[in-house]
């Protein structure tokens, strides 16, 4: 497959495109942080890390690829194992400070949300994820889902939406989350 | 303010870095004037990084199931064990069909009633009339390729899903290792076939091992065999509620999307992989219907009611499930 057919794919949303792209390159990305001091399930991580970021910005029309997919790839591969490599560096020297335990505040508020989202339903968290990580148009949204045209997919996303603001408004009020 | 959708699509798109630069600076000024406006962009962007977290994670998820191995030698050995169980899946098909006809010119006949398919010089069409015509577009290694990973990854069937049956994604290659069948041979073969009990599979396959070897019967060619095979890597499958739709289908980027009460009740997916294609049946609460593999639109399922076409889907059902008994 060509670069230009995984950026077509990848723009409709089509998550093979992403599979096939994890098995061409695994071995020589994951290579890059193995033969930079990592360990093989850091290289994974940082692999998939990367991908998703490409994925990210490809699927949401946010990507203009002046290289290879490889090259592209590569380069986010290596910055993402920098960056974790600094993290863990500073990790070994430094205490937790103040900054990083407003980080755990955040990620649990994120843990409370990701359980409202599960409550809404399969085809709510699609057409939330769709929108909000993907960047898919409502569309493609509709399409995917088969939605029978792009104002239900736009009704749909706007009552799920409003259904998961209520739900995590709930859960903030009994946990106090929000002072 | 929750239910103000313009509101709310305003800070959808500030968080999602949608607004021009003067749509940002404006708000911006907003957000600084206004501490209600505040509080809701800080409450909207926890929800944005919490929906985003989770798709990351559904998506990390999937990466994690994909085997990635060895690579391209892996992939290279995965074919040829594919080709070669292909291979014995069209010998044993046709073993199984031609072994149980009484009648030796049964080979050049259609023993099942579902499909007509073609040599290259008649073009036959499906007996069925809602299903649609099969032409030989040859499937590439790479489309093969390429489908893989998602088979491999967890597909996962809100409701107990079985597939029928074994794998065969014919190619040329396969094709032009089986041998030719004669018709002075075929009753003899067929007579000598039912001692056949399970073909070994075989990960490489020469012309001159199957001649030289004298346990192994000739499978005849017929059109079944050069056509047919089934397949238990199965297509995506994905059973939803639908408030709307209560018995509809339809494939979406090589995935089935099936609307319907499938949660609560056990349904089969048959996958019957022909030339060049691929044919799906559905059996639920002891009825089958047809799927097209083109059907892109939303429709209601149709249930069969060829008899004869449903009686060998039967036999197809149940000698898949129970292949023992072959």
């Known amino acids: 497959m060509k670069d230009s057919e995984v950026l077509e794919r990848i723009a409709r949303g089509d998550e093979k495109a992403l599979d096939f792209l994890y098995k061409k390159h695994y071995r020589m990305m994951t290579h890059i942080v193995i033969s930079h001091g990592g360990g093989e399930q850091e290289a994974k991580d940082v692999f998939q890390d990367a991908l998703i970021?490409?994925?990210q910005k490809a699927a949401s029309g946010n990507l203009v690829l002046t290289s290879k997919i490889s090259t592209y790839l590569y380069s986010i591969c290596q910055n993402l194992?920098?960056?974790e490599f600094e993290r863990k560096s500073k990790l070994v020297h430094e205490a937790k400070d103040s900054e990083e335990y407003l980080g755990e505040d955040s990620k649990e508020r994120v843990q409370i949300i990701r359980k409202c989202v599960a409550e809404l339903g399969s085809t709510c968290r699609k057409v939330l994820t769709y929108y909000y990580f993907d960047g898919l148009s409502m569309e493609l949204i509709a399409e995917k889902l088969g939605f029978a045209n792009t104002d239900t997919a736009k009704t749909k996303k706007y009552k799920c939406k409003k259904k998961l603001d209520e739900l995590v408004r709930s859960k903030y009020s009994k946990s106090d989350f929000m002072d | 303010m929750i239910g103000n959708s313009h509101h709310n699509d305003r800070l959808d798109n500030y968080l999602l870095g949608k607004l021009s630069a003067d749509e940002k600076a404006a708000m911006d000024a907003k957000l600084a004037a206004d501490s209600q406006l505040q509080e809701d962009m800080l409450f909207q962007q926890d929800i944005v990084h919490a929906l985003q977290e989770e798709r990351r994670l559904e998506l990390k998820n999937r990466l994690n199931s994909i085997e990635v191995g060895a690579g391209g030698f892996s992939s290279a050995i995965g074919l040829k064990i594919a080709a070669?169980?292909?291979?014995?899946g069209l010998m044993g098909t046709a073993i199984y069909f031609y072994g149980s006809s009484d009648e030796p010119e049964a080979a050049t006949e259609l023993p099942v009633g579902i499909i007509n398919f073609s040599d290259t010089d008649k073009p036959y069409t499906y007996?069925?009339?809602e299903m649609p015509a099969v032409t030989y577009t040859g499937t590439t290694v790479e489309k093969a390729e390429i489908s893989q990973p998602r088979e491999q990854s967890s597909v996962r069937p809100a409701a107990p899903v079985a597939i029928a049956d074994v794998k065969a994604p014919i190619s040329r290659k396969d094709k032009a290792v089986l041998p030719e069948a004669k018709n002075s041979n075929l009753k003899t073969d067929s007579q000598q076939n039912i001692q056949i009990q399970k073909p070994n599979v075989l990960s490489d396959f020469k012309d001159t091992e199957i001649s030289a070897s004298n346990h192994q019967p000739e499978a005849p060619v017929d059109a079944l065999a050069q056509n047919r095979q089934f397949s238990t890597q199965s297509i995506e499958v994905s059973a939803q509620l639908h408030e709307k739709y209560d018995f509809h289908y339809q494939f979406y980027d090589n995935k089935?999307?099936?609307?319907g009460d499938f949660k609560s009740k056990p349904?089969?997916?048959?996958?019957?992989?022909?030339?060049?294609?691929?044919?799906y049946y559905l059996f639920f609460e002891k009825n089958y219907y047809g799927l097209?593999?083109?059907q892109q639109k939303l429709v209601r399922l149709k249930k069969i009611s060829n008899e004869k076409l449903i009686k060998e889907?039967?036999?197809?059902?149940?000698?898949?499930?129970?292949?023992?008994?072959?």
Do not use: C
């Open chain 2, 84 to 88: 070669g169980v292909a291979l014995v």
């Open chain 2, 292 to 294: 097209k593999n083109d």
């Open chain 2, 267 to 279: 349904y089969e997916i048959l996958e019957i992989n022909t030339e060049g294609s691929r044919v």
């Open chain 2, 313 to 326: 889907l039967e036999i197809t059902r149940n000698q898949k499930m129970n292949p023992q008994h072959n």
């Open chain 1, 81 to 83: 194992w920098r960056k």
């Open chain 2, 256 to 259: 089935l999307f099936i609307y």
């Open chain 1, 53 to 55: 970021v490409f994925w």
């Open chain 2, 127 to 129: 007996s069925i009339p």
